[in-house]
Protein backbone atom coordinates (compact mmCIF):
# COMPACT_ATOMS: atom_id res chain seq x y z
CA UNK A 1 0.00 0.00 0.00
CA UNK A 2 1.05 3.63 -0.56
CA UNK A 3 0.81 6.24 1.73
CA UNK A 4 1.93 9.87 2.09
CA UNK A 5 3.15 10.59 5.53
CA UNK A 6 3.19 14.83 6.24
CA UNK A 7 5.49 15.92 8.52
CA UNK A 8 3.86 19.08 10.86
CA UNK A 9 5.46 21.76 12.22
CA UNK A 10 3.99 23.72 15.23
CA UNK A 11 4.91 26.64 16.09
CA UNK A 12 6.46 25.64 19.31
CA UNK A 13 8.76 23.08 17.61
CA UNK A 14 10.24 25.87 15.55
CA UNK A 15 11.08 27.97 18.48
CA UNK A 16 12.69 24.94 20.31
CA UNK A 17 14.45 24.49 16.87
CA UNK A 18 15.44 28.24 16.80
CA UNK A 19 16.68 28.29 20.38
CA UNK A 20 19.02 25.31 19.77
CA UNK A 21 22.57 26.13 19.53
CA UNK A 22 24.70 25.07 17.02
CA UNK A 23 25.68 21.59 17.64
CA UNK A 24 21.97 20.49 18.88
CA UNK A 25 20.53 21.82 15.79
CA UNK A 26 23.12 19.51 13.80
CA UNK A 27 22.72 16.68 16.04
CA UNK A 28 18.79 17.12 15.44
CA UNK A 29 19.12 17.60 11.49
CA UNK A 30 21.15 14.29 11.57
CA UNK A 31 18.27 12.06 13.65
CA UNK A 32 16.19 12.99 10.77
CA UNK A 33 19.20 12.03 7.70
CA UNK A 34 19.54 8.77 9.67
CA UNK A 35 15.63 8.16 10.00
CA UNK A 36 15.10 8.70 6.33
CA UNK A 37 18.45 6.12 5.65
CA UNK A 38 16.64 3.46 8.18
CA UNK A 39 13.39 3.62 6.09
CA UNK A 40 15.20 3.98 2.62
CA UNK A 41 13.81 1.11 1.39
CA UNK A 42 10.36 1.68 1.99
CA UNK A 43 10.35 5.82 0.71
CA UNK A 44 9.35 6.20 -3.26
CA UNK A 45 10.23 9.80 -2.54
CA UNK A 46 10.50 12.65 -0.29
CA UNK A 47 10.66 16.69 -0.17
CA UNK A 48 11.17 19.27 1.98
CA UNK A 49 8.29 22.28 1.59
CA UNK A 50 9.86 25.51 1.93
CA UNK A 51 8.13 28.31 4.39
CA UNK A 52 4.65 28.67 4.57
CA UNK A 53 4.87 32.45 4.12
CA UNK A 54 6.36 31.17 0.44
CA UNK A 55 2.78 29.75 -0.74
CA UNK A 56 0.44 30.99 -2.78
CA UNK A 57 -2.97 30.15 -3.03
CA UNK A 58 -5.90 29.40 -5.30
CA UNK A 59 -9.41 29.47 -3.45
CA UNK A 60 -11.72 28.60 -5.86
CA UNK A 61 -15.59 28.55 -5.65
CA UNK A 62 -18.04 32.02 -5.94
CA UNK A 63 -16.88 33.20 -9.28
CA UNK A 64 -13.81 33.85 -10.27
CA UNK A 65 -10.46 32.14 -8.15
CA UNK A 66 -9.03 34.15 -6.27
CA UNK A 67 -5.01 34.64 -5.62
CA UNK A 68 -3.33 35.17 -2.68
CA UNK A 69 0.23 35.66 -1.08
CA UNK A 70 0.88 33.03 1.18
CA UNK A 71 -1.19 30.93 3.29
CA UNK A 72 -5.10 31.17 2.90
CA UNK A 73 -5.22 30.56 6.28
CA UNK A 74 -2.97 31.42 9.37
CA UNK A 75 -2.10 28.07 11.34
CA UNK A 76 -0.33 26.90 14.11
CA UNK A 77 0.56 23.85 12.49
CA UNK A 78 1.61 23.61 8.75
CA UNK A 79 3.46 20.93 6.41
CA UNK A 80 6.54 21.31 6.27
CA UNK A 81 7.46 18.00 4.39
CA UNK A 82 5.95 14.87 2.98
CA UNK A 83 7.72 11.45 2.05
CA UNK A 84 5.75 8.64 0.19
CA UNK A 85 6.35 5.14 1.88
CA UNK A 86 5.41 1.72 0.23
CA UNK A 87 4.60 -0.59 2.91
CA UNK A 88 2.59 -3.54 3.67
CA UNK A 89 -0.28 -1.66 5.88
CA UNK A 90 -1.26 1.13 7.98
CA UNK A 91 0.62 -0.34 10.81
CA UNK A 92 3.72 -0.02 9.11
CA UNK A 93 3.04 2.94 8.11
CA UNK A 94 2.41 3.88 11.67
CA UNK A 95 5.67 2.24 12.89
CA UNK A 96 7.49 4.28 10.35
CA UNK A 97 5.45 7.70 11.46
CA UNK A 98 6.57 6.54 15.60
CA UNK A 99 10.06 6.68 14.93
CA UNK A 100 9.95 10.19 12.87
CA UNK A 101 12.64 12.24 14.67
CA UNK A 102 11.71 15.78 14.16
CA UNK A 103 8.31 17.65 14.05
CA UNK A 104 5.59 16.55 16.60
CA UNK A 105 3.08 15.48 14.29
CA UNK A 106 2.77 13.47 11.19
CA UNK A 107 -0.26 12.58 9.18
CA UNK A 108 -0.57 9.60 7.63
CA UNK A 109 -2.97 9.38 4.38
CA UNK A 110 -3.39 6.91 1.38
CA UNK A 111 -2.60 7.72 -1.47
CA UNK A 112 -5.89 7.05 -3.92
Not at 15 to 31: I, N, P, S, T, V
Amino acid sequence: MKYVLMFVETEEFAKRLEAMDGLEREAAYEAVVRWFAENSGRITHHMHLAPAHTATTVRLGGGEPVVTDGPFVEGKEVVSGYAEVEVADLDEALKMARSWPACPIVEIRPVA
